[in-house]
């Protein structure tokens, strides 16, 4: 089984749902309204791969052209327009603005990684030691993105708030 010879509908409206939507729908849900109701993430995913869909990643990369070249929107000038909002911002002495802007320009330079943790259990049910583990493990499983050690917290030495019976209130 070769390339198709060009695009079915389908696979049009997925690359159209994709462009004109980037940022309020991921791939999986562009793929599910383009007709793909079976497997929309791994459609999407495919539908995203030079090698597997050649033709759509080439429609999807002259949507995005077009896009660009309407709006005028290219990295050189969203870095270089913030930069001047921020000195507005500076020169009015508007610090909050300018330190958004900045934070705008560092995001879009790629300079922050947006990472959320999500943890489950609940910190109150624990016992200080239990507290204390759970803080040596985490600091032991993300020694590579954080610059500390467990040594360079002293877990034992942490105050940990007692705790309380319900009428001590």
Sequence with gaps: MGVPAKLTERQI???????????????????????????????ASELRNPKVSP????????????IQEKYGISFERHISELAQIRNQALENKAWSAAVNAEVARGKAGGLYVDQKLVMTGNVDNMTPDEIKERLHKIINDNKEIINITPEDVKLEELELPKESSPDSD
């Design 13 to 43: 409206k997925f690359a159209e749902l994709l462009v004109y939507n980037e940022g309020r729908l991921s791939p999986a849900e562009a793929a599910f309204q383009a007709g793909y109701k079976t497997r929309p993430r791994q459609a």
């Design 55 to 66: 033709l759509v990643v080439k429609y999807i990369g002259e949507l995005r052209s077009e």
